[in-house]
């Protein structure tokens, strides 16, 4: 019984139902809602006053750039950055702080976050050019994790369908229960 249970389920979940059911529930409400609300005011104040540098300065080492040959082959131009999580996340809001471990530059071995930058023949430059692709990975992570704000309409809204949906519930609850207290009729 177990197994025809756990299959069902299975393939339920394959077909998508259960995250409609979920939905249900999410539907009734502002996206930012289920968010804490001091949480996102403060990601949204240091977005506000968040610069490129602001940045940390990070471990930068420097290499060889490959490609074409040529007089200026020789210098070491190419920058590394490394930035150590535990120093961005000084810098970051609590919102951002489980999100930049996904990020795709993120290195597990080093728990940090490397850049890597070549396109320049100045050193300064390519530091530069990290620093900015930083900024704007964070600003990327930003979009993805903060949601817009809710305007107080959109709010308003979303109260009156809650308020709606709740009434609609109850009302059916109660034309079952008259149902069921209609079928008790005694057999006498």
Do not use: C
Request: proline share 4%; net charge positive.
């Amino acid at each position: 019984m177990q197994g025809i249970i756990s299959r069902q389920v299975s393939s339920w979940t394959a077909k998508g139902v259960f995250p409609l059911i979920a939905r249900r529930f999410a539907r009734h409400q502002a996206y930012d809602a289920g968010f804490d609300q001091d949480e996102l005011a403060e990601a949204r104040s240091w977005r506000a006053s968040f610069q490129p540098s602001s940045i940390p300065k990070g471990n930068t080492s420097f290499s060889r750039s490959q490609g074409a040959g040529g007089q200026h082959s020789r210098t070491e131009t190419k920058a590394t950055t490394t930035w150590p999580v535990s120093q961005l996340m000084g810098i970051l809001p609590k919102l951002l702080h489980p999100s930049i471990r996904s990020s795709k530059y993120y290195t597990k071995t080093t728990d940090s976050i490397t850049m890597q930058a070549q396109a320049h023949r100045s050193r300064s430059a390519n530091m530069e050019d990290n620093r900015q692709k930083l900024y704007q990975e964070i600003q990327e992570i930003y979009q993805k994790v903060v949601p817009g704000e809710s305007s107080p309409d959109k709010a308003r809204k979303y109260e009156a369908l809650k308020k709606t949906a709740t009434e609609a519930r109850i009302r059916l609850k109660k034309q079952q229960s008259s149902k069921k207290t209609s079928r008790k009729g005694g057999f006498d």
